[in-house]
């Protein structure tokens, strides 16, 4: 295996990972949105952002992917070592991405269901969904730490 392989691994990781929690987290939130519009279409503006929140994490993913495509292309000879730390920089962010997408994607699904019932409390839920989000960032500042120790 290349040096270079290894560390586009990390990068690849990371968006791809981030991105799989996202689009399932997404399609989970979605759905109940739909089926309460499907009742009340009137509520379309309270479930955006409840269908959207979920996407977040594959954005995290893409810019720690840039960051480290970036990295990778300002190092001449990429050294063994460098080529690891790229690899496992890209590991926080593409995991926290693709668990917290999801798990935020059921808490947002749940938040639609609440709101097709009480359409007051749809901020309640949204603020729910924003712990879940917390890990996420969590995953995207230690992937992101990681950048600067390498090379």
Same mark, same amino acid.
């Given at each position: 295996? +290349?040096?270079?392989? *290894?560390?586009?691994?990390?990068? /690849?990781?990371?968006?791809?990972?981030?991105? #799989? %929690?996202?689009?399932?987290?997404? %399609? @989970? =939130?979605?759905?109940?949105? +739909?089926?309460?519009?499907?009742?009340?279409?009137?509520?379309?503006?309270?479930?955006?952002?409840?269908?959207?929140?979920?996407? +977040?994490?594959?954005?995290?993913?893409?810019? *720690? /992917?840039?960051?480290?495509?970036?990295?990778?292309?300002?190092?001449?000879?990429? &050294?063994? /070592? $460098?080529?690891?730390? #790229?690899?496992?920089? %890209?590991?926080?962010?593409?995991?926290?991405?693709?668990?917290?997408?999801?798990?935020?994607?059921?808490?947002?699904?749940?938040?639609?269901?609440?709101? =097709?019932?009480?359409?007051? $409390?749809?901020?309640?839920?949204?603020?729910?969904?924003? !712990?879940? &989000?917390?890990?996420? *960032?969590?995953?995207?500042?230690?992937? !992101?730490?990681?950048?600067?120790? @390498?090379?």
């Amino acid at each position: 295996m +290349t040096v270079n392989l *290894i560390a586009y691994m990390g990068a /690849a990781l990371a968006c791809a990972l981030a991105g #799989i %929690g996202s689009s399932v987290g997404v %399609g @989970i =939130a979605a759905q109940a949105s +739909t089926g309460v519009m499907s009742v009340d279409p009137k509520k379309f503006g309270k479930l955006l952002l409840l269908s959207a929140l979920p996407g +977040t994490q594959g954005i995290y993913g893409f810019v *720690i /992917a840039f960051l480290l495509l970036q990295k990778i292309a300002g190092i001449s000879a990429l &050294e063994p /070592a $460098d080529a690891w730390v #790229i690899f496992t920089a %890209g590991l926080p962010v593409g995991l926290a991405g693709l668990l917290s997408g999801i798990h935020q994607g059921k808490v947002c699904a749940s938040g639609a269901m609440m709101t =097709a019932k009480q359409p007051d $409390d749809s901020g309640k839920a949204l603020i729910l969904a924003v !712990f879940v &989000e917390f890990y996420a *960032i969590l995953g995207f500042l230690v992937s !992101f730490l990681m950048l600067g120790q @390498i090379g």
